[in-house]
């Protein structure tokens, strides 16, 4: 008892106070007829005494409130004879976890200090009585002479029994309401009788709660206790991030794992560009890298196409002819300098170069995005390591995109200085020169047979759309002019857009997202990688309470299946 009361102490201190934290105590006797587990809960105390808490009133009912309100708690009330069992504070109590009372049985205490009508009360009939399903049971207390001189519990039985045949007041009342040892085979046979009924669903109960705990524990990080864990488990989890990569570059996509992250909405009145600038971050978002690159380089060739001068119009006409003019003296009057195409083409090639930086910029954009999101994807939330880790990574990865950002940029300006030379062997050139002459004579006939015609002044060759009703053949050189910066125009633009494309995978898929890993692989020295990823202490401690845990779970799940 003194190790009790030495723990009692240790845990709720030496002022009367009480804790949540149970003491464990296993009683062992020779020839029991009973095995039974108790929980001893503290007696309500209203006012704090002493150094108690001011809280105490409250701290009990939430202690023993959390005791009784599981279905399978049997709640043993410790009530004295003399008092009205329907106004006991611990039966109100249990009323609200147990309404119809059929959880609850009463050990009447104090016998010896019973009032008139003891056993029709114990029965559950008249005044101060309680209607228990589980029934009353009277029990004779040790006095305190009886406890200084420490009177056996044997001897005690006997004393009690000596006393309940002794009194009248008893005559008539059934045995099973009489004495410790009633109290004890009714406890007894409650247990097992709750244990018989309960037992399926504890078993599906322990089921449920081992896979629970196994399942916990297989989302634990992998364990690491040595170097060459620790450099197993690294490895494999670069290589996870080199193969999602590779297949988000080869167009193999997981719905199930696809990024749902919330844009936030764009305050504008503008719908058309909310929905565009809604697009826009999604894309951002979007881990179909192959999509994505796809995407922009059709968007890089729309802005190219669209940044070239309308050939076709009578103001680019009136452009034409004025350099015309002023090369007269230069050459033949009907055949045009071939410098005047040299000046209209470097007026055009200066637009080349936003259209290709817009699609770099756009492709970095992208990828420093979709490659650290995949990145912690890999590596487990869960993990103490996870941020150091991907913080020396993170810099890595957006290093290497960067170094790719200046070898494609330097690539790129290399095409576009090349493309300063007006030259091609493209049969496309002179399909599409061929093509535009013949539907401008056509449409020019017809106007000059009927002054109107049925034939649609604009047209498409070759995917260019382009307006002949501008075109005068009054002025034969210009329109050949006007026609040759047209084609030649469509022929860099389709070079430039299959050029940049090429560049661009190049650098940054080819050259880039897909040899990360080898640059990863080597971020690390041995020695510091498990410094920070090997398991720490709390980590270790609840792996460990898991797999006793759950040993000690799949024991009683065995005995429940046997018994």
């Given amino acids: 008892m003194e190790r009790v009361a030495d723990c009692t102490v240790r845990l709720a201190g030496a002022n009367l106070d009480v804790s949540s934290k149970p003491i464990y105590l296993t009683v062992y006797k020779k020839d029991i007829q009973a095995d039974l587990t108790l929980i001893d809960l503290p007696g309500i105390t209203r006012n704090a005494i002493g150094g108690q808490s001011k809280t105490i009133y ?7 409130e959390h005791y009784i309100k599981p279905q399978t708690a049997i709640v043993l009330h410790v009530i004295p004879s003399s008092v009205d069992f329907t106004t006991s504070e611990s039966i109100q109590l249990a009323k609200n976890t147990d309404p119809n009372c059929e959880r609850q049985l009463i050990a009447v205490s104090k016998i010896d200090k019973f009032d008139k009508g003891i056993g029709e009360k114990l029965q559950g009939i008249g005044p101060g009585s309680m209607a228990l399903k589980l029934g009353c049971v009277a029990v004779l207390n040790r006095t305190e002479e009886e406890i200084d001189q420490n009177i056996p519990f044997d001897e005690m039985r006997r004393r009690e029994q000596q006393f309940f045949r002794s009194h009248k007041a008893f005559e008539n009342v059934p045995e099973r309401y009489l004495g410790s040892g009633q109290l004890v085979k009714r406890l007894a046979l409650i247990q097992q009788e709750r244990i018989r009924s309960t037992l399926p669903s504890i078993i599906d109960e322990l089921k449920k709660e081992i896979k629970s705990k196994k399942s916990e524990m297989k989302q634990m990080p992998r364990q690491v206790t040595s170097e060459m864990d620790c450099w197993a488990l ?14 988000r570059v080869h167009g193999v996509y997981e719905n199930e794992i696809q990024l749902k992250i919330e844009v936030p909405v764009v305050e504008t009145t503008d719908w058309s560009r909310k929905a565009t600038l809604t697009q826009m971050s999604n894309d951002q978002f979007d881990e179909r890298i192959a999509f994505q690159l796809y995407n922009r380089q059709k968007e890089c060739k729309e802005k190219l196409h669209n940044s070239f001068t309308h050939f076709s119009s009578s103001g680019y006409q009136k452009l034409v002819l004025k350099l015309l003019e002023e090369n007269a003296g230069v050459a033949l009057p009907n055949f045009p300098s071939f410098s005047i195409i040299e000046r209209l083409y470097r007026a055009e090639q200066s637009k080349f170069r936003k259209p290709c930086e817009d699609l770099i910029q756009s492709c970095i954009e992208h990828l420093k995005v979709i490659l650290i999101i995949i990145l912690n994807q890999v590596f487990a939330e869960e993990t103490s390591y996870k941020y150091q880790i991907i913080h020396r990574l993170t810099d890595i990865i957006l290093r290497a995109i960067d170094e790719s950002e200046e070898r494609c940029s330097n ?10 030379r007006v030259f091609t062997l493209d049969p496309y050139y002179m399909d599409t020169v061929n093509k535009i002459k013949k539907k401008w004579q056509e449409y020019h006939d017809s106007v000059k047979l009927n002054g109107n015609t049925k034939v649609p002044s604009t047209f498409t060759i070759n995917d260019f759309v382009i307006n002949v009703s501008g075109l005068s053949n009054e002025h034969q050189a210009a329109l050949d002019v006007q026609i040759a910066m047209s084609a030649y125009c469509r022929v860099v633009e389709r070079r430039i857009v299959d050029q940049v494309s090429q560049l661009c995978y190049y650098w940054f898929i080819n050259r880039c997202a897909l040899v990360l890993d080898s640059k990863l692989s080597s971020a690390f020295i041995s020695a510091i990688l498990f410094e920070w990823m090997r398991e720490p202490f709390d980590q270790q401690q609840k792996r460990e309470n898991l797999k006793k845990s759950t040993d000690a779970m799949e024991r009683a799940l065995v005995m429940g299946q046997n018994a």
């Fill in 58 to 64: 409250k701290d009990i009912v939430q202690l023993i």
């Fill in 234 to 247: 690294y490895t494999d989890l670069i290589k996870k991030y080199r193969e999602i990569i590779n297949a």
């Fill in 411 to 420: 690539d790129i300006k290399k095409m576009l200085e090349i493309e300063e």
